[in-house]
């Protein structure tokens, strides 16, 4: 990436093309949901109950505010938030099982989370992680944004990388002399799944 910045590689508009119809179907704006949750701390028995309990009465339109103070003594408390469906980010999963393709409006529910965090800025403007603590969140769906595919400018970041992969392997095999014979390459069926 230094070297397209120093001027050292260049890559064309046609390289990047190329690179982007080969890899058009995974380059994507993921799927984003906003809501406004109950969270109630733990795991116990008790908590999930509220959590039943709490599904119940954001389904009759209670705001989320007001049922979080009818469970204040279960120290329950609001959570506003927007989610981006990333799956490497494997913390959120139980929320996307069931929040994936939720509409605004809808009530998701009860669900277990654990190791969330919120970021906030502390009185110098540095962003702060500050740690939700781990227990039953439902929630009431405020917004949703569509899963959407990336334009050609939008992508080229994401492709920069493969583009030079590919360049700078070239040039070392042009610079040392390193032919690849295909028809001599074993076939990869011979091996088998061990």
Not at 16 to 28: P, S, T, V
Not at 38 to 67: C, M
Not at 128 to 150: A, F, N, S, W
Request: net charge negative.
């Amino acid at each position: 990436e230094m070297a397209v910045q120093e001027s050292l590689i260049t890559i064309t508009d046609q390289e990047y093309e190329n690179e982007f119809e080969i890899r058009r179907a995974e380059l994507k704006h993921p799927e984003r949901i906003a809501f406004t949750g109950v969270l109630v701390p733990g795991g116990t028995p008790e908590s999930r109950a509220a959590g039943a309990e709490i599904v119940r009465k954001l389904h009759t339109n209670s705001p989320p505010g007001d049922v979080a103070k009818e469970f204040a003594p279960k120290s329950a408390q609001v959570i506003e938030a927007e989610l981006e469906n990333d799956p490497s980010k494997r913390k959120f999963a139980p929320f996307w099982e069931q929040a994936s393709g939720a509409s605004v409006g809808d009530v998701v529910g009860p669900i277990f989370i654990r190791e969330w965090t919120e970021s906030t800025q502390d009185a110098q403007g540095k962003v702060v992680q500050r740690p939700y603590p781990d227990g039953v969140l439902v929630c009431l769906i405020t917004g949703r944004t569509d899963e959407t595919p990336k334009t050609l400018e939008e992508s080229k970041p994401q492709l920069q990388r493969n583009v030079l992969y590919a360049k700078v392997m070239e040039q070392l095999r042009t610079e040392n002399g390193v032919q690849i014979f295909e028809d001599k390459l074993p076939d990869p069926g011979m091996y088998d799944a061990q």
